[in-house]
């Protein structure tokens, strides 16, 4: 799978079902709406009040309106109105669309960068990472890799093994936001490519279901500074990398 380049856009028609649509939203532009802080519903407004910095809640806000309204655009609603759900472990679903097309949703921020990806036939996730964060390496590789990831984990140079950790962690946290199974699965339970290479990858995971199921982990190059990663059921998919433009 090619790396996909960013096309700019303000509104696309639902995504194909061998499409999963990608957006990269800055959340350090201008807001999304004049007054965007109104879309929020009164949890996310409050969500917002309680970050300490005034750089979080703008980014915080700017990310959650940015998100309602391509979700309404997709469904022809007002982003006011949007209604999420949330399963036994937090993932985020549309409420109320019995009489609408069904829309599978994931969203992921690290600084001024966020990602939703979006999917009409599968579930999606989709995580980003920054490259240079703090992280001590070895404890952080003891808790998210499996055996046979650690065995393949020894084997790198010193200098690959930070870039090839955090890759790991953002294929990992992609398939997990994708299952909405959260910290009921392990990190260290299943077994992922443990590099930093920006091929996507297809592997023969257990999902819960007891059965082997084939996933594609689809590398985004979101940024220099930034690490991302698609996951969903299947090879029959492509990203369509797009970037959010609010104003046009």
Known sequence: MAAQPWQPAAHQPPPAPDRIHVWRIDLDADPVLPGNESVLSPDETARASRLLHEHQRARFIAGRSAVRVLLARYLGGTPQTLGFHYGPRGKPALADTASQPPLFFNYSNSRNLGLLAVSTVREVGIDIEYRHRGISVTPLARHILSGSEALAFQCLPAKQ????????????????????????????????????????????????????????FAPLAVHPEHLACLAAPGSDWTPHCLDWQPAS
């Open 161 to 216: 093994r930070k870039p090839a950790l955090l890759a790991t962690w953002t294929r990992k946290e992609a398939y997990v936001k994708a299952l909405g199974v959260g910290l009921a699965m392990p990190l260290k339970s299943f077994s992922v490519a443990v590099d930093d290479d920006e091929a996507a990858a297809l592997l023969q995971l257990d999902d819960g279901s007891g059965k082997m199921r084939s996933w594609t």
